[in-house]
């Protein structure tokens, strides 16, 4: 009974939209013009990176040297590089250096400016360092940075780059205005092409179009309110939704209009529309669940940049279904049997891709239902073999790396890595509150002691504290060394800051052994937070580790229902996740070849740091698990209907291979284009989570979806659609005829 109500709904849904098409489309159309106004001011209004820990002992430690010592964490390094060979380190030319600095010092927003103090390699006097401290917080600082690099005056004879983090947040919200325009300018052409070939008529290729960028532009304009109202929103977040919205958007309005077009061979408008929403329609809301699934478990990673993404994939992948199944239903209502109109080819050849499939998909089928073990053992190992590399990925915290040389930000780190030893640039900072004032002689010796003690942990190199400046046995400070102190903010009132600089560099095991070492036994007497560049990384790399086992079992977890509700099936769904955690690995065997190891990376133009970016596999695996549903969904989905025909197994496999075959295909590669167009782009998170999706997303098509799918589904038999006794009475009703018709 609840079973016939649905589908009633179901088709009066299809019935509706049909009825009231004018008004779905003008409606549409409103929200599409004034939300896309505000949709290009959006990335201009997101400038956090998003990757701060926050309530971590790092940023605890941050907060208290603003606080207690004055120290402003927003700050920039001006590399200067000599274009004539001279010697930048001699005193004549450091005094004429920092005169021409001199406008810069004079800014309102300039707290203090200094020659870095980090130690300095032989043999690379051509390049000298400046460390500018601004009086602004980051967030302050950046709303006017064209301002501040304005005010960064000329070198004559040498060549001045901003580098340092602030730097390089701005130039990555640069690189993502221009990385979506390229992104668009390429992939919107090439789905287009795509969908050309695939239908053979321009209004049936525009349509799945017009719902991937109007599913963008309502999604980025919302989210333009969402951030006018102070929500931070990561500034990775425009190109992900980008990405997202015109993959998925694209694809549903695929799967619709495929049907639309199949069943207007047999019915009228009105009935062909309604059995497309029934069917296509219905499997494109469960697919948007399951893509919304890994959306939503992004959000169990305590970082912000992971909350952003969340919440703009789900909205973005929602806006998605609501288009494709309301937008695209009236425009379909609209333009009726004219979804044939301005042919590219002949109707011939459009009528042998009809009902039962291309010759092509009807080969392949043959050959699967004949072959099934052989053709699942060969492709189960070889995706097993492909995933090999991923055993051994080694995770990493990038920072200016994320983009290419030709950025400022980048090239000037780049500039100071090669003249400047930077295990000092980025030590170790312990951010010290004592029980009595820094200059007590209680402090003092509890200061000496403690750095005495840190000195002798593996991984240190050298430590350095106020008391530094005092020789053994001396418990007092003079009036001339306090001022000192002070000035250079070492020491204030009840705080101190202690820098220990590690042995080897930020990302090395024993230097984020030794951070774990300084927090597990902290001194008597002192309240301690350590920060600095291997603390802060450490700690967003717990909270990406902390969260992944919550993100595993939700995506994997709610996956399966939502497939066992559609399918009402308990192997079919667990058949499902295992085929996606095979492409998936694949692909990250693929990620780790490319970022790891450096295969391809002059192609793709990638920095080669022998790390993954670590924030990439979660993401990767949560976009990629529920996009890859999309296919499984579809082709079960036909399966399952030519079953309940039929009732038999292996003729519904193959009718569900050959009817879904070039439509998954063509989807796959639609999303394949779409998401390769950011493998071109300047941002490195985006290039390699295109890369993935990309190759994830063909090896699901190729040999996935096509092979190993049908082959798992012959050999299995009646026991695909198995449910146990107690679940029985949840089993479909075999359907009249009418209602499949």
């Known amino acids: 009974m609840k079973e016939r109500q649905k589908k009633a709904s179901v088709r009066q849904w299809g019935s509706i939209i049909f009825r009231y098409r004018w008004a779905v489309v003008s409606a549409w159309v409103f929200l599409i013009v004034c939300l896309g106004f505000f949709a290009i001011r959006t990335p201009s209004m997101l400038q956090d990176t998003g990757f701060t820990p926050n309530g971590s002992s790092s940023v605890r430690g941050i907060a208290l040297l603003e606080e207690k010592l004055g120290l402003s964490a927003a700050s920039l390094d001006i590399v200067i590089q000599s274009t004539s060979g001279q010697n930048l380190t001699t005193f004549e030319a450091k005094s004429k250096i920092w005169e021409e600095l001199a406008p810069l010092r004079e800014q309102p927003f300039v707290s203090d400016m200094y020659e870095s103090i980090v130690t300095r390699y032989a043999g690379e006097d051509g390049i000298v360092s400046y460390t500018v401290l601004l009086k602004e917080n980051a967030n302050q600082a950046l709303s006017h940075f064209?301002?501040?690099?304005?005010?960064?005056?000329?070198i004559n004879g040498a060549k001045t780059y901003i580098t340092g983090n602030l730097a390089v947040y701005h130039d990555m919200s640069s690189a993502v205005r221009h990385d979506i325009v390229r992104a668009e300018a390429f992939g919107i052409p090439a789905a287009l092409i795509i969908l050309l070939f695939l239908f053979g008529t321009i209004p049936a290729a525009l349509l799945p179009i017009v719902v991937g960028i109007g599913s963008v532009a309502v999604t980025m304009g919302s989210l333009y309110f969402v951030a006018a109202q102070g929500i931070p929103l990561s500034n990775f977040l425009p190109n992900m939704v980008t990405m997202l919205g015109l993959a998925v958007g694209i694809d549903y309005a695929l799967f619709i209009v495929s049907?639309?077009?199949?069943?207007?061979?047999?019915?009228?408008?009105?009935?062909?529309?309604?059995?497309?929403?029934?069917?296509?329609?219905?499997?494109?809301?469960y697919s948007g669940a399951a893509v919304m699934t890994g959306m939503l478990a992004l959000g169990f990673v305590r970082l912000p940049?992971?909350?952003?993404?969340?919440?703009?994939?789900?909205?973005?992948?929602?806006?998605?279904?609501?288009?494709?199944?309301?937008l695209l239903p009236a425009l379909l209502a609209i333009l009726g049997r004219r979804i044939f109109a301005w042919p590219v080819r002949s109707r011939a050849k459009d009528g042998n891709r009809g009902s039962s499939g291309s010759v092509i998909w009807v080969r392949i089928s043959e050959l699967i239902m004949s072959r099934?073990?052989?053709?699942?053992?060969?492709?189960?190992?070889?995706?097993?073999l492909a995933m090999t590399p991923a055993l051994h990925m080694k995770l990493g915290i990038p920072s200016a790396e994320v983009?290419?040389?030709?950025?400022?930000?980048?090239?000037?780190?780049?500039?100071?890595?090669?003249?400047?030893?930077?295990?000092?640039?980025?030590?170790?900072?312990?951010?010290?509150?004592l029980d009595q004032s820094y200059d007590d002689p209680r402090s003092i010796r509890l200061v000496k002691s403690y750095v005495s003690r840190l000195q002798h942990l593996p991984g240190v190199h050298h430590v350095e504290s106020y008391a530094s400046f005092l020789r053994d046995g001396v418990d007092n400070i003079s009036p001339e060394l306090k001022a000192e102190v002070e000035k250079r903010h070492a020491a204030l009132d009840k705080a101190a800051i202690i820098i220990v600089v590690p042995e080897q560099g930020e990302d090395a095991p024993a230097t984020v052994r030794l951070v774990r070492d300084i927090r597990q036994s902290p001194p008597e007497g002192m309240q301690i937070d350590v920060t600095g560049s291997p603390a802060y990384k450490l700690d967003i790399m717990d909270r990406i580790q902390g969260g992944l086992p919550y993100v595993l079992v939700t995506v994997l977890s709610v996956t399966y229902i939502v497939l066992f509700a559609a399918f009402r099936s308990i192997v079919l769904p667990l058949k499902a996740v295992v085929m996606n955690l095979l492409s998936l690995g694949a692909?990250?065997?693929?990620?780790?070849?490319?970022?790891?190891?450096?295969?391809?990376?002059?192609?793709?133009?990638?920095?080669?740091?022998?790390?993954?970016f670590a924030v990439l596999p979660i993401?990767?695996?949560?976009?990629?698990?529920?996009?890859?549903?999309?296919?499984?969904?579809?082709?079960?989905s036909r399966i399952a209907e030519a079953y309940s025909k039929e009732g038999n197994n292996e003729r519904s496999t193959a009718i569900g291979l050959q009817r879904t075959g070039g439509?998954?295909?063509?989807?796959?590669?639609?999303?394949?284009?779409?998401?390769?167009?950011?493998?071109?782009?300047?941002?490195?998170?985006?290039?390699?989570?295109?890369?993935?999706?990309?190759?994830?997303?063909?090896?699901?098509?190729?040999?996935?979806?096509?092979?190993?799918?049908?082959?798992?589904?012959?050999?299995?038999?009646?026991?695909?659609?198995?449910?146990?006794?107690?679940?029985?009475?949840?089993?479909?009703?075999?359907?009249?005829?009418?209602?499949?018709?």
Not at 146 to 154: N, Q, R, T
Not at 259 to 283: H, I, K, N, W, Y
Not at 587 to 612: K, N, R
């Open 146 to 154: 064209e301002e501040i690099k304005a005010a960064v005056p000329s």
């Open 259 to 285: 049907r639309f077009r199949e069943e207007l061979g047999s019915q009228p408008v009105e009935a062909a529309l309604v059995a497309a929403c029934r069917t296509a329609g219905r499997s494109v809301f």
């Open 305 to 326: 940049v992971f909350r952003s993404l969340a919440f703009g994939g789900m909205l973005v992948v929602l806006v998605s279904v609501l288009a494709a199944c309301t």
């Open 372 to 384: 099934p073990g052989i053709i699942a053992a060969v492709v189960t190992a070889a995706l097993l």
């Open 403 to 433: 983009l290419p040389p030709s950025y400022d930000s980048r090239y000037g780190a780049d500039l100071m890595k090669k003249a400047y030893d930077m295990k000092e640039a980025n030590a170790i900072i312990i951010a010290a509150e």
């Open 587 to 612: 692909s990250f065997g693929l990620v780790t070849l490319v970022f790891q190891h450096g295969y391809g990376a002059g192609l793709l133009q990638v920095t080669y740091t022998g790390s993954v």
């Open 619 to 636: 993401l990767i695996f949560c976009v990629v698990f529920g996009i890859s549903m999309d296919y499984e969904v579809m082709m079960l």
């Open 663 to 741: 439509m998954i295909t063509g989807a796959a590669l639609i999303l394949a284009v779409v998401a390769g167009a950011f493998m071109f782009t300047d941002n490195e998170l985006m290039k390699a989570l295109g890369l993935g999706l990309t190759a994830s997303v063909l090896i699901d098509v190729t040999v996935v979806r096509i092979l190993l799918v049908p082959s798992l589904m012959k050999l299995l038999g009646k026991a695909n659609w198995w449910l146990p006794g107690f679940l029985s009475s949840l089993a479909k009703p075999k359907p009249k005829a009418d209602e499949n018709s």
